[in-house]
Nanobody, 132 residues
Framework: EVSVVESGGGSVQAGQSLSVACTAS????????MAWWRQAPGSECELVST???????YYADSVKGRFTISRDNDKNTVSLQMNRVTPEDAAMYYC??????????????????????????WGQGTQVTVSS
């Protein structure tokens, strides 16, 4: 069964750093594209960053230069290092997988829209709170 579990959220002051991580199983992690999405209260979901199976990355303009995504295929983890956070970074952060050879049916998350459809497996989210 596919499992996607986030960890590492919490409270941080503006200007500081925080890292969130995602551990996944039940699919061929090394052959799968992974992503971090976020959703602030009352807002639409935002694609924060992706890291493909080939290691290529994407960052939203809002986080470019501050956030770094990485993956460890030996540990089936993907991490998001967030530096110089701002109050606008406060949100629920979701890890999502475009899973290759999944062992269970799709498990959707809270986000909707065309860009979301690629990612069939979502975690429960981890909360990031930023105080100014």
């Amino acid at each position: 069964e596919v499992s996607v579990v986030e960890s590492g959220g919490g409270s941080v002051q503006a200007g500081q750093s925080l890292s969130v991580a995602c551990t996944a199983s039940g699919f061929r992690f090394g052959d799968s594209d992974m992503a971090w999405w976020r959703q602030a209260p009352g807002s639409e979901c935002e694609l924060v960053s992706t890291i493909n199976a080939d290691g290529s990355t994407y960052y939203a303009d809002s986080v470019k230069g501050r956030f770094t995504i990485s993956r460890d295929n030996d540990k089936n983890t993907v991490s998001l290092q967030m530096n110089r956070v701002t109050p606008e970074d406060a949100a629920m952060y979701y890890c999502a997988a475009d899973a290759t050879r999944p062992t269970s049916p799709r498990k959707s998350g809270p986000c909707r829209g065309w860009g979301v459809l690629k990612f069939g497996y979502w975690g429960q989210g981890t909360q990031v709170t930023v105080s100014s």
